[in-house]
C-alpha cells in the first residue's frame, strides 16, 4: 500500500498496523470476553459480533480468525471448525473499508487462510467486509438493473452500520488531523449526545459538566475521535460491549478533549489504557533519554484503549 495513491493514503490516513499492535488488542479482547462476558470460547463464541470500522487490509481479523480457531483446536474442538468458520467466522465478523485497494486484499488475505484451514468456499459464502464509508451512513434507493449489487452491499453495509448489535469493536482507524467527514448523523452524534439504554442523557463531546466547552475545538473534528465516537454509540446502543483501539493519543491529556473523556467515562465501567507516546511533535523522550520512536511512521503519539461496558 506504500506505493499506492501516497497523497490519498495519507488524507485517508491508511497505514498498516504493526502485528504485535493487533496481536495485543485481539489478545486482550479474547480474555475479556472469557472473563466478563461469560463468553468460554471467546472471540470463537457464536454470540459474537465484531466490527473493525476501518479494516484496511485486514489484519485483524485475519489474527481473530487464528485466535478463534485456535481456541477450538486447544479445547479439543476440531470437529465442529467447518461449521464454526460457516456460521461464525463468515457471519459475524464485519468490517468497513472506503478504499477499493484495502478492500481487494482484505477480502483476498481472509479467504486464503479460511482455506489454508481446508474450508471449501460455497457459492453464498462471503467475508462480511463491505465497500462503505463508516461516517456517512446513507440510503441508496436507485433500482437501475446494473447497479443492483453496489446497491445491494450498500444497503447491508448501511443496516450493519445503523441496526446490527454489535459486542465488539476494535480496529486501528484512520489519522488524519481534520476529518473530510462532516456529515449530519456524525456531527449531531459527536455534539447533540443521545440517550443510553437506561434513560440517562449523553451530552456529546462538547460539553462538560452539561455546560459547552467554550473553545476552538478544531482538534474534536479528527476521525480518530470521530470512529472512538462511532464504537462508543454502537457499544452504548448494545447495552453492553468493548472497543479496542489504537489511536492518536492526544484525547488522554488535552484540554479540548474533556467532554470526550468525560462522556467515555459514563459510557464505560472499565477503561485500560496503553499509551505507546512516540509523539515528534512534543519531542517525547524514552526514560532512559534515547528517542522514542513511534510504532507507525507518523509524527503522532498513539496509545491503545481499551473500553469495557458491562451489564452489570
Ligand atoms: C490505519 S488503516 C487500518 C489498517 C489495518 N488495521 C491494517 O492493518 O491493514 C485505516 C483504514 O481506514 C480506512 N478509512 C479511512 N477513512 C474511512 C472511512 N470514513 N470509512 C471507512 N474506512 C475508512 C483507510 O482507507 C485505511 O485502510
Known amino acids: 500500500m506504500n506505493y499506492y495513491e501516497p497523497e490519498k493514503r495519507k ?20 480474555s475479556i470476553l472469557k472473563q466478563y462476558f461469560d463468553k468460554p470460547l471467546g472471540l470463537a463464541d457464536d454470540s459474537v459480533n465484531v466490527l473493525d470500522p476501518a479494516i484496511g487490509t485486514g489484519t485483524f481479523f485475519w489474527i481473530s480468525f487464528l485466535v478463534a480457531l485456535g481456541e477450538l483446536k486447544n479445547q479439543g474442538l476440531q470437529g465442529i471448525i467447518f461449521d464454526k468458520i460457516r456460521d461464525h467466522l463468515l457471519k459475524h465478523f464485519y468490517g468497513f473499508e472506503i478504499l477499493i485497494t484495502p478492500y481487494v486484499i482484505s477480502h483476498l488475505k481472509l479467504i486464503d487462510l479460511l482455506q489454508r484451514w481446508h474450508y471449501i468456499f460455497r457459492n ?3 467475508i462480511q467486509v463491505y465497500l462503505t464509508n463508516t461516517l456517512e451512513p ?13 446497491t445491494e452491499e450498500s444497503r ?11 459486542l465488539v469493536v476494535m480496529g486501528n482507524p484512520p489519522y488524519a488531523g481534520l476529518s473530510a467527514n462532516k456529515g449530519k448523523w456524525i456531527d449531531d452524534l459527536l455534539k447533540k449526545g443521545y440517550t443510553h439504554a437506561d434513560g440517562t442523557k449523553d ?34 446502543k448494545n447495552g453492553e460491549g468493548i ?10 491529556d488535552n484540554p479540548t478533549f474533556r467532554g470526550m473523556r468525560e462522556s467515555l467515562l459514563q459510557s464505560f465501567d472499565r477503561i485500560y489504557i496503553l499509551n505507546l507516546h512516540g509523539n515528534a511533535l512534543k519531542k517525547e ?3 532512559d533519554g534515547s528517542k ?13 484503549g481499551i473500553f469495557i461496558k458491562s451489564k452489570k
Open 11 to 30: 488524507h485517508l490516513g491508511v497505514y498498516y498496523t504493526p502485528r504485535p499492535v493487533v496481536n495485543f488488542i485481539v489478545n486482550s479482547v479474547h
Open 124 to 126: 453464498d459464502d462471503r
Open 138 to 150: 446513507s440510503e441508496v434507493h436507485t433500482l437501475l438493473p446494473f447497479l443492483r449489487e453496489i
Open 156 to 166: 447491508i453495509a448501511n443496516q450493519i452500520k445503523l441496526r446490527k448489535p454489535i
Open 203 to 236: 451530552d456529546g463531546y462538547y460539553k462538560v459538566d452539561g455546560k459547552p466547552l467554550g473553545e476552538r475545538k478544531l482538534w474534536l473534528q479528527d476521525d480518530y475521535v470521530k470512529f472512538i465516537r462511532y464504537a462508543q454509540w454502537k457499544i452504548d
Open 243 to 252: 472497543v479496542g483501539f489504537i489511536t492518536n493519543h492526544s484525547y488522554l
Open 285 to 287: 523522550k524514552c526514560p
Open 292 to 304: 522514542d520512536e513511534n510504532v507507525f511512521d507518523i509524527k503522532q503519539g498513539v496509545a491503545i
